[in-house]
């Protein structure tokens, strides 16, 4: 078991990482305060890892709030179902809250837990790769707005976050490439050599390899703890954690939730970035191809969808959060490794971005295969 | 005006208090960061100040919001019109919201504000005497569940309250009578002199005297922003500004919300409160009575409803927040002046007080007339 500490003042917390963690009944016990723990999960794991978990809880009075599974839930509507549990189950002030699930459970449960009763304990367990790597770690909850994606949350920390790498081996493969989206990002962010680590293991990764998960996720939570604990209420280089998002969001908004999967979105809204800071000047086509070709071999998509134009991206973008006083503001490459956040940029180079032909940058960037 | 601040390290605020404050163009604008504002107010109070706020926020784009008036509307459909307005209106993460009104508008805008996109701004204009002294101080904001009240919500702290007691001419004298019992609950937890000035002045504040009023607002919010500033998020001595609650909103929940104003029912469990504290020897029969008369005088009910026995009581305090573990923790007096929060009594002694005879206790404490 590997321990990362994120470092926020009093409301630092711990991330513990290993095989088979969800088995452990001394880990979990210690960031329970009161003798109340709701574990708020969905149809899709309360199947696989429910049993297991509450089995690990002996001693503790047990509430299961079983949720439906997907995006499309993460409205008010179900956020409701787990209150009422609370309340029916008359769970006070001192309670504790777990998301068992990936990121849209942890959203939902931890946006419950900051607002039952102004605020309860709160703990972690994700189990899908993108929530281990991304959602888990710092504090962003809440729930979509049928105009916006996470318009109404919470900024919220958990007493803990255990994340059991082992869960992922009931994770759809596509659900994984998806999860290695936002694992490559802090390579293209914040961390060049975890880059050219990622392009020696992307086969092991995707080969569901423990030891190379275990480390992926940790450098992965390391680079986000070390950016959230510099900036926890986004203010400033906390917006860096965002490259391909601000394009991902429209993308996933014009499809429709959970068409494309987060994670896929954020990979073709990546490369949009990438093509940006290289029309800016800022890195190579090379350096640019390199970043397509590891997303490609992630099993991810590089190619924005076909239906959509350059006007519906600025469409939706202009209600992206990242819009301030009027002005767009987007997550671009200084170089591989050192993102900026920016919107001191010319319109027609943005709407060059838009309109580059993605399909023939993606055929560009294949590795060159000699005969 | 007279300036207050409650010292809550980074998260300080001033309180404003003073006559026609509305009008000034110049206070409130130091207080927003941006360009947008929203004001939330309610149907009863939009046409007496809303266009008189408005004329003083020239410059800024403003979207005003009118919600239903009541506390049977705060509720999350009520709290959803806040977002659809801010979404519509395409509120950007600078945008401050401004809450018109009483302490229900409060509630909700502040839980809005602490929730649009994670937290925006929140100024606070709180335009009936009960949230001026009571829930415009403090940070509590939220909205009611069927199965209790303000069990959703978050602590979030204002940039700035303003209270323009000019506003209270506009107040009907019920809820008058109701703001004063939490000024009285200040003068019976912590602070004993003011006690004995409310015995002086009752008549006076009854009658809309404007220096009275200026007087008793300001002390209630120092005592209360005391309390707070030593206590945020109620681990302790904040749970005594609840002196009178948990009987209080038992009736409040028994009757259905809005049969008994909050204030009406806050001065029953008071008197409820007096009473326990009388049996555990902690006050005299002239203290009790002392307190009993000057709710009275206030305008007050000082008598629990008939329709309502000791197993009502014990069963809707079950579900109060001030259970913890399963035991029911009360806020009682050890002196006039002086409160207590406590666990420790004997079961019978608080169904004694549940079975007292309070029609009796109100004639006995009646200031005694020579023929």
């Known amino acids: 078991m590997?321990?990362?500490?994120?470092?926020?003042?009093?409301?630092?917390?711990?991330?513990?990482?290993?095989e088979r963690l969800l088995d452990s009944d001394e880990l979990l016990p210690r960031y329970i305060r009161g003798k109340q723990v709701a574990i708020v999960t969905n149809e899709t794991v309360s199947p696989?890892?429910?049993?297991?978990?509450?089995?690990?809880?002996?001693?503790?009075?047990?509430?299961?709030?079983?949720?439906?599974?997907?995006?499309?839930?993460?409205?008010?509507?179900?956020?409701?179902?787990?209150?009422d549990s609370l309340l029916s189950a008359r769970h006070d002030r001192k309670t504790t809250v777990i998301a068992l699930g990936g990121g849209v459970i942890g959203d939902m449960a931890g946006f419950a837990a900051a607002s039952y009763q102004r605020g309860v304990d709160f703990i972690q367990i994700p189990t899908t790769l993108l929530s281990q790597v991304d959602s888990s770690v710092g504090g962003k909850t809440g729930i979509n707005h049928p105009l916006g994606k996470n318009m109404i949350g919470a900024f919220y920390q958990p007493n803990a976050v255990l994340i059991d790498t082992a869960t992922l081996a009931t994770l759809p493969p596509r659900e994984l490439s998806a999860g290695l989206a936002e694992v490559i990002k802090y390579g293209l962010i914040c961390d060049e050599p975890f880059l050219g680590w990622l392009e020696d293991n992307i086969g092991d990764l995707r080969g569901l390899n423990q030891a190379a998960l275990t480390e992926a996720i940790r450098r992965s939570c390391e680079a986000k703890a070390r950016v959230v604990g510099a900036d926890e209420r986004e203010s400033g280089i906390r917006a860096t954690l965002n490259l391909g998002h601000t394009f991902g969001h429209a993308i996933e908004t014009h499809q429709g939730y959970g068409v494309w999967l987060h994670g896929e979105a954020v990979s073709a809204g990546t490369v949009m970035a990438l093509e940006m800071s290289r029309q800016l000047g800022w890195i190579t086509a090379s350096e640019r191809d390199r970043g397509v070709r590891l997303l490609s071999r992630a099993g991810l998509p590089v190619v924005p969808p076909a239906n959509m134009c350059a006007a519906d991206f600025l469409r939706h973008m202009a209600v992206d959060k990242k819009v301030l006083d009027g002005q767009l503001r987007l997550v671009l490459l200084k170089r591989l490794g050192e993102a900026t956040v920016t919107s001191d940029f010319p319109q027609e180079l943005l709407e060059a971005t838009l309109n580059a032909n993605y399909d023939a940058l993606a055929r560009e960037s294949e590795p060159k295969r000699f005969p």
């Open 48 to 83: 696989l890892y429910l049993e297991r978990l509450t089995k690990s809880l002996a001693g503790f009075t047990v509430t299961s709030v079983v949720l439906p599974d997907g995006e499309e839930h993460k409205n008010w509507k179900t956020l409701q179902l787990i209150f």
């Open 2 to 18: 590997q321990t990362l500490h994120v470092d926020l003042g009093e409301r630092s917390y711990p991330i513990f990482i290993g």
